[in-house]
């Protein structure tokens, strides 16, 4: 796979369910980066993670990193329909540039 | 909070035609970037642009493209001579080093 692959690739739920999403890269980096994409629209930053961090939250979201396994997860928690978006991860290595995955489509049903 | 604005929003181009992007990076950011997205797929990064230089390009950043940044705030992209291919959305980021990205909203190109 290639850098960066989410799965699944879509993802349905009701809305005050939880959802879960991952991400597996292959390269070492510093940081992993998710952020949300409304149809058509802009990247909006969520959360970042460094490489020697496990674990992250922010609000409903909460994030792991295990660089061992090279791979992320994001968690939603109590979604709403408001969270119907696709959500990419990023990983960044040296050189500042960022590597996305293709992204997960997430709806929430109301 | 501070924002990366990007202009046209959507632009419309005849094959062949020379199209320029613009983007107004955050002030204080050092390093700014474009990268694009076709409907439906990844989005990819393009060129990394720091101190009046690009600092790093990937494949598909060809003699097609250029990038400058001509006054100070602006960050343009040119694209000479459009293929069908180039049909996506742009997307201007700027940062201050590692981690603190801020993307802009896109410039939708359709090429025709």
């Known amino acids: 796979s290639q850098q960066g692959e989410e799965d699944p690739q879509a993802l349905s739920i009701q809305e005050g369910e939880n959802a879960t999403m991952n991400c597996s890269y292959k390269?070492?980096?510093?940081?992993l980066q998710w952020y949300r994409q409304n149809s058509g629209r802009g990247l909006v930053h969520l959360i970042l993670?460094?490489?020697?961090?496990r674990e992250k939250h922010s609000g409903r979201l909460r994030v792991t990193l295990d660089t061992s396994k090279k791979s992320s997860s994001l968690l939603i928690t109590a979604s709403r329909a408001a969270d119907t978006a696709s959500y990419f991860c990023?990983?960044?290595?040296?050189?500042?540039?960022?590597?996305f995955g293709g992204g997960t489509r997430v709806l929430v049903k109301p | 909070e501070p924002e990366v604005t990007q202009t046209p929003s959507h632009q419309v181009t005849q094959m062949g035609q020379e199209v320029i992007l613009r983007c107004v990076p955050i002030?204080?950011?050092?390093?700014f970037y474009w990268y694009r997205q076709i409907l439906g797929q990844k989005v990819e990064f393009l060129v990394s642009?720091?101190?009046?230089?690009?600092?790093?390009k990937s494949e598909i950043f060809d003699d097609q493209f250029s990038v400058e940044r001509p006054d100070g705030s602006n960050f343009t992209l040119k694209i000479r001579s459009t293929k069908l291919e180039d049909s996506a959305m742009y997307f201007c980021?700027?940062?201050?080093?590692?981690?603190?990205?801020?993307f802009g909203s896109g410039t939708r190109l359709t090429v025709v």
């Open positions: 980021a700027s940062s201050v080093g590692e981690g603190g990205y801020t």
């Open positions: 390269t070492s980096i510093n940081n």
């Open positions: 993670i460094r490489s020697n961090e």
């Open positions: 990023a990983t960044e290595a040296a050189g500042n540039k960022l590597t």
């Open positions: 002030s204080n950011h050092l390093y």
């Open positions: 642009f720091y101190n009046n230089e690009i600092s790093e």
